[in-house]
């Protein structure tokens, strides 16, 4: 509740209010879940009934502190894996935004990367593509969830780079050659 005033504060124009995971989950149309690897089981388990049949977009890179430059994927194969099995079926998951430092999603302007976008079916997918581009940043069709584990591992990839050539904005991916072939949309030209 806090922070919502705080944020409230710092966007003018905005609609914040606070409440417990549940509680924000039910009344969600579309929900993003943003919290480290250590707490995504637990919040994820707590949502899942009150997302049944809505898209729930999970942000979890399954980092491992204090290695966090060092690729270390979870048993079940990847963070998307974990989420699928504390969501059930009836979810409608979609994995996004690893590779994008936080401190660029908070400055103003172009972030100068992409955002590869993972989940099962297309239209879902497009839905969240669709939001993203809303704030300005172009989000890629980037496959199914089973893919998800590539970006999920790139951001350790990341990480290392950041600390090695001291990138204080954050390294990102951009992806090239798609000139005329993706708009910010992420959609195919007709
Ligand atoms: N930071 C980045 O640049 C970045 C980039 C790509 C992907 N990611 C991924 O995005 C996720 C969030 O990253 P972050 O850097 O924002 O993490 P963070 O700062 O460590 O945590 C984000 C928030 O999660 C909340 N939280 C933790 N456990 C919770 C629980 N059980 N119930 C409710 N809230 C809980 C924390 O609330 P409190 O403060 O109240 O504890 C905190 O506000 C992670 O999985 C991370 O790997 C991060």
Redesign the pocket.
Known sequence: MALAAELSAKLPGSRLEGRN?RAAALAAELVFV???????A??LGDIAAATAGKIVVD???P?VPPRVSQVALPPAGS?AAVARACLGPEVRLVTA???????KLAADGDVGCDVFVFGDVEADRQTVIDLIATMGIRALHAGPLANSVAAEAL?SVLIGINRRYKAAG?AGIRVTGLAGSADARGRQPA
């Open positions: 995971n943003a919290v480290p690897f250590a707490s995504q637990a919040v942000t979890t890179v980092l963070a935004f690893h590779n994008v430092a936080a401190a951001t954050g």
